[in-house]
């Protein structure tokens, strides 16, 4: 595993972090609402209708980022903008479309609210000492939000793994020059390159080497000392003039852990430990050069980052619901999951909460998405979801 380094907070997206975080304070950490409208004490709501509103009198307004100095009183409500701080006395806010102010001191609420319903209290999302990270997540937008809600500007984590990469082979010329025939343009160390930075490596493209044993030895010996992963494309199958194996095995302290698996394509993949480092030798063709990247590269490169392979992001799964998931008619609802394994199948777990929690969207690994037209889904129903 590769060791850590200290980076800016603006500079974590797709790292992995080294450490947990422990949240050293509540979040959020005080009470406020959820939407705007007008905060009350929700028993003096009880039974109201649209045909019998209850009356309270307007005693202010909250203004946003300051603690609120009124108070709300039996019979008395006070203006109340999204995500701010309830003020002593309240225990629920109206949401302004169930209301209508008659004058700048009374208000008719036409819905009843329960004590509190549209509101948010202190650890709601995470509470002061709880473990909010583990070391080995890979941050995204929601964690690097969290981070930021508990006041952190910086943050350890894995270094990113250095990957040099060689293409071998006399027929392999730079892709700037037009081929003669019988040569290929070098297609392998750029789109190698391009998969090891979108997986968050960093990618060490060290050229072309021909078919001659000192010169490969020399280049493999270049890639060894600026990589921590090192792939050589080409050279590895069975034949007279590749000479990948030879060059490998002759560095000291080398050991062949692998020649040759049982994947198609992909078959005549080497790796050599060369000390404390691999060295993948992978087909010369381009598509199984891809696929064994993707099947063994990148899990071995999520490995020394400190975290697990996962499913590309992005990329829709189909999972089994696992319970059932209601939904209004009439706009179309994205419910934020959690994946899992149970009985070899993959399980859609669902995760409830309000928007303005962004726990939900740590404890997700996606979302499905509810036609406009349904009412909901049933438990064990297959559901597409999408990565995030």
Aim: include cysteine.
């Amino acid at each position: 595993m590769l060791d850590t380094e200290e980076i800016r907070l603006d500079q974590a997206l797709n790292r992995v972090l080294s450490e947990p975080i422990v949240a050293t304070e509540d979040l959020p950490s005080f009470t406020r609402s959820t939407v705007d409208g007008y905060a009350v004490r929700a028993r003096n709501t009880f039974g109201a209708t649209e045909s019998l509103p209850s009356l309270l009198e307007v005693v202010g307004e909250v203004v946003m980022g300051q603690p609120p100095s009124i108070e709300v009183k039996p019979g008395q409500a006070a203006r109340m903008p999204t995500g701010g701080m309830l003020p002593t006395g309240a225990d629920g806010v109206v949401m302004v479309e169930y209301t209508e102010e008659l004058d700048r001191r009374s208000v008719a609420v036409s819905r009843s609210v329960h004590p509190l319903e549209n509101v948010i209290q202190p650890g709601d999302d995470f509470r002061a000492g709880q473990e909010v990270l583990q070391a080995g997540t890979r941050l995204r937008a929601q964690e690097i939000g969290l981070l930021a809600g508990l006041g952190r500007t910086r943050v350890k984590v894995r270094r990113r793994p250095k990957v040099a990469i060689i293409s071998s082979g006399d027929e392999i010329v730079p892709v700037e020059r037009k081929p003669r025939f019988g040569e290929l343009r070098d297609i392998n160390s750029h789109s190698l390159a391009a998969m090891v930075a979108h997986w968050g490596g960093k990618p060490q493209q060290l050229g072309l080497v021909p078919d001659h044993l000192a010169t490969m030895q020399a280049k493999c010996e270049e890639a060894l000392t600026r990589g921590d992963i090192c792939l050589i494309s080409g050279g590895s199958s069975v034949g007279s003039r590749d000479l990948t194996l030879e060059a490998l095995t002759s560095f000291e302290d080398s050991e062949v852990l692998v020649h040759g698996v049982a994947i198609s394509p992909g078959k005549p993949t080497l790796l050599v430990r060369v000390g404390a480092k691999g060295f993948w030798g992978i087909p010369g063709h381009v598509t199984s050069a891809m696929v064994v990247f993707h099947v063994l590269v990148r899990p071995f490169m999520s490995y020394l980052s400190g975290d697990s392979p996962s499913l590309e992001q992005g990329q829709p799964v189909r999972a089994r619901l696992s319970r059932n998931v209601a939904s209004k008619q009439g706009r179309e609802d994205f419910v934020r999951v959690r994946l899992r394994e149970e009985d070899g199948n993959l399980m859609a777990e669902p995760i409830f909460g309000e928007s303005a929690l962004i726990s939900t969207l740590v404890q997700a690994d996606g979302l499905i998405g509810i036609h406009r037209h349904a009412e909901g889904l049933y438990a064990g129903e297959s559901v597409e979801v999408i990565r995030i």
